[in-house]
């Protein structure tokens, strides 16, 4: 039985940690967004993640981590998902209709956070995939922009379509009745495509290294002292970037003892 219809969440048994699905967007075959309602208890900071989940056939949960796509001020809280069509979870979650109920822990842990980064002028998203989640998060987060003069937002995909989520976030914070004013020419947005072609292409290392993303946006070249960076991808891609964040004379930093830049999962393993 794959019909998440009729899982005892989707029947209307309340769960423990049980919220209600208000919205779903299907952005490509294998992306879509979604919101649920947020419990009352839940306090988080802007680019933590907590554990989402639904009851298997048996009744019992399958969780996983995600990255809350929503800020800290709103009143719901959306997801930005993969969907892997033998994923024990997402091979069921990608059919959640609006009603439905998902199993949400209120948990939030994270390091993609301000408090781990030592103040500084610039601050960069770097970002694969559904590694954009946190920073739809940050990105609509007021302190982003009161403790940054510059925000630049680097996302990278192989196919254009994949990049849709992210482009029309961007678009709709100028228009945000409470940080669109805020956003307005700080908010640098550079997405790029490494299989199909497209205005900007390549990887974010490569941008980095060849210094051509400092070239097209007019911007120098990273530093420690005015730099700093979060990190969200697979974990190749989280290892290259260090490397070159680290040729810029940045140091990774945490919750503890904040430093350049942190870096979080987007997922465990090589991806799909
Ligand atoms: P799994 O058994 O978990 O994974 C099956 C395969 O798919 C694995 O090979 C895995 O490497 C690959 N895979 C899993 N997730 C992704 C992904 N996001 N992109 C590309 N390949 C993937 N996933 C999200 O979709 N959105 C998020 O915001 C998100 N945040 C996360 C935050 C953290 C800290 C971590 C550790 C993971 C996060 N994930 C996120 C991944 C998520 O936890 C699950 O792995 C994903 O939902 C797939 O679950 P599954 O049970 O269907 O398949």
């Not at 996302?155 to 009745?177: A, F, I, M, N, W």
């Not at 070249?221 to 290892?239: H, I, Q, T, W, Y």
Request: hydrophobic letters at 40%.
């Amino acid at each position: 039985m794959n019909d998440v219809s009729q899982t005892p969440a989707a029947a209307g048994k309340i769960l423990p940690d049980a919220q209600t699905v208000t919205f779903v967007k299907h952005w490509t075959d294998t992306l879509f967004s979604f919101r649920v309602t947020r419990p009352r208890s839940l306090r988080f900071r802007s680019g933590e993640f907590v554990m989402i989940g639904l009851l298997d056939d048996n009744g019992k949960p399958i969780q996983r981590a995600y990255s809350i796509a929503s800020p800290a001020w709103d009143e719901e809280l959306e997801f930005y998902s993969i969907k892997v069509q033998d994923g024990p979870l997402t091979s069921r979650l990608q059919h959640i209709q609006v009603g439905e109920q998902i199993i949400l822990r209120p948990k939030p842990v994270g390091t993609l956070v301000h408090d781990a980064l030592l103040p500084g002028k610039r601050i960069w998203f770097l970002a694969t995939g559904t590694g954009i989640a946190p920073f739809a998060s940050l990105m609509r987060e007021p302190e982003t922009y009161e403790k940054y003069d510059q925000v630049i937002m680097m996302h990278t995909c192989r196919q254009v379509g994949e990049l849709e989520y992210g482009r029309q976030l961007v678009e709709s914070l100028k228009d945000d009745p409470l940080i669109g004013e805020m956003v307005e020419g700080k908010l640098l947005y550079y997405p790029t495509t490494t299989r199909e072609d497209f205005h900007h292409m390549g990887r974010i290392t490569d941008n980095l290294s060849s210094g051509k993303v400092f070239t097209d946006l007019g911007l120098d070249p990273m530093c420690a002292e005015n730099d700093r960076a979060m990190v969200c991808g697979s974990l190749a891609f989280n290892k290259d970037v260090m490397a070159v964040l680290e040729s810029f004379g940045l140091r990774e930093g945490a919750n503890s003892e904040p430093r350049e830049y942190v870096v979080e999962k987007a997922f465990v393993g090589d991806g799909v």
